[in-house]
């Protein structure tokens, strides 16, 4: 009984051991909110920018290839840069989180875009679509540290998928 005690305990320890690595740095939120909120806000007509004073420069541009690095960087901290065919489904805590980033991602750039589309340029609709971007960008910082918590957490109770 006494080995499988320690076994278990060796089990425990390694368990742990891998959730501690399952860690995103305070940068890392703070860098998403930023470069999603780049990347959406680009989705808004310049013309309205400028009536508010923001100067043409590549926001979009830099905003997504920032979140592209990111999500890499994601990937490889929180262990999902195996080559499985459906890495989500590896951690079964992702199936909920994974689809409101989803649906958040998806729903702020139709936003950003339809308030440009209807609304045309605007110093109103600018300021509404600088809004949106940044709450965005805070949702989406949120998302991706409660989907590095779940996990983690599943690394720990020791859940897969095949259970």
Same mark, same amino acid.
């Given at each position: %009984?006494?080995?499988?005690?320690?076994? %278990?305990?060796?089990?425990?320890?390694?368990?742990?051991a891998? #959730?501690?690595?399952?860690? /995103?740095?305070?940068? *890392?939120?703070?860098?998403?909110?930023?470069?999603?909120?780049? #990347? =959406?806000?680009?989705? !808004?007509?310049?013309? +309205?920018?400028?009536?508010? +004073? =923001?100067?043409?420069?590549?926001?979009?541009? @830099?905003?997504?290839?920032? !979140? /592209?690095?990111?999500?890499? =960087? !994601?990937?490889?901290?929180?262990?999902?840069?195996?080559?499985?065919?459906?890495? *989500?489904?590896?951690?079964?805590?992702?199936?909920?989180? *994974?689809?409101?980033?989803?649906?958040?991602?998806?729903?702020? &750039?139709?936003?950003?875009f339809? /308030?440009?589309?209807?609304?045309? $340029?605007?110093?109103?609709?600018?300021?509404?679509?600088?809004?949106?971007?940044?709450?965005?960008? +805070?949702?989406? #910082? !949120? /998302?991706?540290?409660?989907? &590095?918590?779940?996990?983690?957490?599943?690394i720990?109770? +020791? @859940?897969? $998928?095949?259970?």
């Amino acid at each position: %009984m006494d080995e499988y005690r320690v076994s %278990m305990n060796v089990v425990a320890r390694q368990r742990r051991a891998a #959730a501690a690595r399952v860690r /995103l740095g305070w940068w *890392f939120p703070v860098l998403s909110a930023v470069s999603w909120t780049l #990347a =959406v806000g680009s989705e !808004f007509p310049a013309a +309205g920018y400028r009536r508010l +004073g =923001v100067p043409d420069l590549p926001y979009g541009q @830099v905003g997504g290839l920032l !979140f /592209l690095a990111l999500i890499a =960087v !994601f990937s490889v901290r929180s262990g999902m840069n195996r080559r499985d065919a459906s890495p *989500f489904a590896v951690y079964p805590s992702l199936r909920l989180r *994974f689809t409101a980033f989803a649906l958040a991602s998806l729903g702020s &750039t139709a936003a950003v875009f339809a /308030l440009g589309w209807l609304n045309g $340029s605007s110093s109103g609709a600018a300021w509404t679509a600088v809004v949106i971007s940044v709450v965005a960008g +805070g949702v989406i #910082a !949120f /998302l991706l540290t409660w989907m &590095t918590a779940g996990i983690r957490g599943d690394i720990l109770t +020791g @859940v897969s $998928s095949d259970d």
